[in-house]
């Protein structure tokens, strides 16, 4: 697998000096990159580095306090609601609902994305299809194997096909083969031109991206294709890399 098949240059993810503060805290702290259709973009940090506040900055759902960003070519401080509309989204804290079906989660969704009736139905057939879903349409959600909900919830957020689609810590508390299929998925939707913006602790996982973003106390440490940190650090993996740099930080949350 290597990841983004789609040769166009189109920037869909911009950030210029992005920064939040909570009061005297400095969350993330002028931040500054760019991200092309169809890539896979690494996004880590350790716990309180500030990976998850800069999504929902990016994501719309934070105001930043200084500084600029534009995602699928709005304004993530003027036009957030635009944004939201244009992306898709999935936390491993929250992204389907248990007590309804699996064919309920699907129309839930749909419509919150903005897809008419017709197109829902349409979506739903062929998201069963494609996931092999056909005999768990009527189970609900709580029932599902983990692996089967992961799937599941990453189909729903990219089923408006947004231009770009933010993963938050999605592969947390499943075992290495489902992550491995889980990213199979990812290559996919990117290889159709969707830039993935994901988080992950798993430094394997890194491995799988186009280019890494490491945070560290709210500041962007490295950049670069993993091949490249790990020359730069001289280093065998990207665990390597990503500890070398951890040891720089000094607060331990936010």
């Not at 290597?2 to 000096?17: P, S, W």
């Given at each position: 697998?290597?990841?983004?098949?789609?040769?166009?240059?189109?920037?869909?993810?911009?950030?210029?000096?992005?920064?939040?503060?909570?009061?005297?805290?400095?969350?993330?702290?002028?931040?500054s990159f760019e991200v092309k259709r169809g890539e896979i973009f690494g996004f880590l940090g350790?716990?309180?580095?500030?990976?998850?506040?800069?999504?929902?900055?990016?994501?719309?759902?934070?105001?930043?306090?200084?500084?600029?960003?534009?995602?699928?070519?709005?304004?993530?401080?003027?036009?957030?609601?635009?944004v939201k509309r244009n992306i898709g989204y999935m936390s491993q804290r929250f992204s389907l609902y248990d007590d309804l079906k699996v064919w309920e989660n699907i129309e839930l969704f749909g419509g919150i994305y903005g897809l008419n009736d017709a197109q829902i139905r349409l979506k739903t057939d062929e998201l069963m299809a494609r996931l092999n879903f056909e005999d768990e349409r009527n189970k609900f959600v709580k029932s599902l194997p983990l692996g089967f909900k992961q799937k599941l919830a990453f189909a729903v957020s990219i089923i408006h096909h947004p231009q770009v689609v933010f993963l938050d810590e999605p592969t947390g508390g499943v075992d290495p083969i489902t992550r491995r299929k889980f990213w199979e998925m990812i290559y996919e939707a990117a290889t159709e031109g969707i830039t993935v913006f994901v988080t992950t602790h798993y430094m394997d996982e890194a491995e799988y991206c186009n280019r890494v973003c490491i945070l560290v106390d709210g500041r962007i440490e490295a950049l670069d294709k993993p091949d490249q940190l790990k020359i730069n650090f001289k280093a065998q993996s990207m665990d390597d890399v990503f500890l070398h740099l951890a040891r720089k930080a000094t607060r331990v949350d936010g």
């Open positions: 697998m290597n990841g983004m098949h789609d040769a166009t240059t189109d920037i869909v993810i911009k950030a210029e000096n992005l920064t939040k503060r909570f009061g005297h805290f400095t969350a993330v702290d002028q931040i350790a716990n309180g580095a500030g990976k998850t506040t800069a999504m929902r900055m990016l994501s719309g759902l934070l105001i930043p306090t200084s500084g600029t960003g534009m995602v699928a070519g709005f304004d993530i401080t003027h036009q957030s609601e635009l």
